[in-house]
C-alpha cells in the first residue's frame, strides 16, 4: 500500500550547492518529512514540511538518554532522469527491528517507504547526478517527550531529512584494527541502528586518525578475537580465493549492502564464507599475500577497498594497496545499478 502527505511547500528554497562542493552532508533539502506517535493515536499526521529546527525541550528523553532509532539509505536519478531508490525495504524492516529493541513503536513498512518516497519526490532537483554523487535520505525517532528517569516515552517524532554526497572514501583506506575499545556485545545494540552505538565508538575513531587510518576494525567484545565490521560498514577479505565475512552475530549491523554484496557473488559464482575470522588469521594471510584483497560495504561508501591493516603498531597493506579486481566489480555493479547504467535483474532498484 502506498501513502501520501500532505505537503506544506517551502516559500525560501535555497540555492543549490555547487556539485563539486558537496561533501558528504554538509548541505540539506527545502524539507522534512515530520510524523507524530501519541498514545491511543499510534502513529499519526504524516507531513511534509519545509526544513528547519527542532523545538525540544532540555528535559526531553532523547537529548538524556539516547534513545534513537535512524537509516541511512539513498536516491540516485538515472539516465532517463527518473529517481532510483535501492531496496528500501530492507531499511524499512531494519527499522522495524531497531525499534522494537529500544522500546520505540514500530512504522508500518509501507508507510516508512511511502514518507521516503514521497519526500525524496518532492526534493528531486537536489540529487545531484555527478559521478559517485547522490541524495543520502536520513530517516530518524526521538522522543520530544519530557523525563529525566530513563523509562520508555509515549510520544515519538519520525522525521527524514535528505542531502546530497559524494562519496566517502576515494581511495583506498588504511584500517586500525582496534583490539582496546569495543563496538557492541551480543545481547546489546549492535545490530540495531542507534546513536548511542556511535557515541561510544567516536573514541576509537580519534584514535585511528592519530594511526594516519581513516577507519576502525572492530573485534569481537568478548575475546578481542573476531572481526566484526568497520566503522559503519561491514567487512569483507578474499583469502585463498574464498570470500570471508562475519556472520550476523547479534553484535554487528545487518548491512542492506553486505546482503546484496553475498546474493552478488553467490550470482557469480564466488563462494562467501560466512564465518567469524580471527585477527591472528587475517593478518598472517595479509603478511603472505594469500589474502588478496578486502573491501568494507555500506550505502555510504557502496564498496570500500582496504589498502592496509594497522594492527598493534604494524602495518600490514593488502594488494599492495591497489583496488581488487571483485572490489571493483561489485562498486561498478551495485553503483551501476543504483544509478540506472547497469539493468538489475535482482529487483532491487525502484523507480521512482
Ligand atoms: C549502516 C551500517 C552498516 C552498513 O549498512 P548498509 O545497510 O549497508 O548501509 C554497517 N555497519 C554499521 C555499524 C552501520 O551503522
Same mark, same amino acid.
Given at each position: 500500500m502506498h501513502y501520501t502527505f500532505p505537503i506544506t511547500k517551502n516559500e525560501n528554497p535555497k540555492p543549490k550547492p555547487d556539485p563539486k562542493d558537496i @561533501? +558528504? !552532508?554538509k548541505y540539506y533539502t527545502d524539507h522534512m518529512f515530520f510524523m507524530n506517535y501519541d498514545e491511543g493515536q499510534g502513529?499519526?499526521?504524516g507531513r511534509i514540511i519545509p526544513y528547519g529546527p527542532l523545538t525540544l525541550d532540555p528535559a526531553a528523553t532523547t537529548l538524556h538518554y539516547a534513545q534513537e532509532a535512524f537509516e541511512g539509505l539513498k536516491a540516485y536519478k538515472n539516465p532517463e532522469g527518473k529517481v532510483n531508490l535501492f531496496r528500501p525495504d530492507m531499511n524499512a524492516a531494519r527499522m522495524r527491528r531497531t525499534c522494537e529493541r529500544m522500546c520505540i513503536p514500530e512504522i508500518d513498512e509501507d508507510l516508512f517507504v511511502s514518507a521516503v518516497e514521497e519526500l525524496v519526490k518532492l526534493d528531486a532537483d537536489w540529487i545531484p547526478d555527478l559521478p559517485g554523487t547522490s541524495l543520502y535520505i536520513r530517516p530518524f525517532i526521538i522522543s520530544p517527550e519530557l523525563n529525566l528517569a530513563p523509562v520508555a516515552p509515549k510520544s515519538f517524532w519520525f522525521i527524514i531529512i535528505l542531502a546530497p554526497v559524494t562519496p566517502y572514501h576515494s581511495k583506498v583506506s588504511h584500517i586500525l584494527v582496534e583490539? *582496546?575499545?569495543?563496538r557492541a556485545a551480543v545481547g546489546? $545494540? @549492535? +545490530?540495531a541502528k542507534c546513536g548511542g552505538n556511535y557515541a561510544g565508538a567516536m573514541r576509537a575513531n580519534v584514535k585511528a586518525a592519530k594511526y594516519n587510518c581513516d577507519d576502525v576494525l572492530w573485534l569481537d !567484545? %568478548? *575475546?578481542? %578475537?573476531y572481526i566484526e565490521e568497520v566503522g559503519t560498514s561491514n567487512a569483507f577479505f578474499v583469502i585463498d580465493g574464498k570470500v570471508v565475512t562475519s556472520p550476523? $552475530? @547479534?553484535?554487528i549491523l545487518p548491512g542492506v549492502t553486505r546482503d546484496s554484496v553475498i546474493q552478488m557473488l553467490e550470482k557469480w559464482g564466488v563462494e562467501v564464507d560466512q564465518r567469524r575470522l580471527p585477527i591472528d588469521e587475517a593478518i598472517e594471510a595479509a603478511k603472505s599475500g594469500r589474502m588478496t584483497e578486502a573491501w568494507a560495504s555500506g550505502t555510504a561508501c557502496v564498496i570500500a577497498p582496504m589498502g592496509l591493516l594497522n594492527y598493534k603498531g604494524e602495518d600490514y597493506p593488502i594488494n599492495g594497496e591497489q583496488v581488487g579486481p571483485l572490489s571493483k566489480r561489485l562498486y561498478d555493479t551495485l553503483y551501476g545499478m543504483q544509478t540506472g547504467t547497469v539493468a538489475d535483474d535482482m529487483g532491487w532498484v525502484v523507480t521512482l
Open positions: @561533501g +558528504f !552532508a502513529w499519526h499526521d583490539d *582496546e575499545y569495543i546489546g $545494540t @549492535g +545490530f !567484545a %568478548k *575475546e578481542h %578475537k550476523l $552475530t @547479534g553484535s
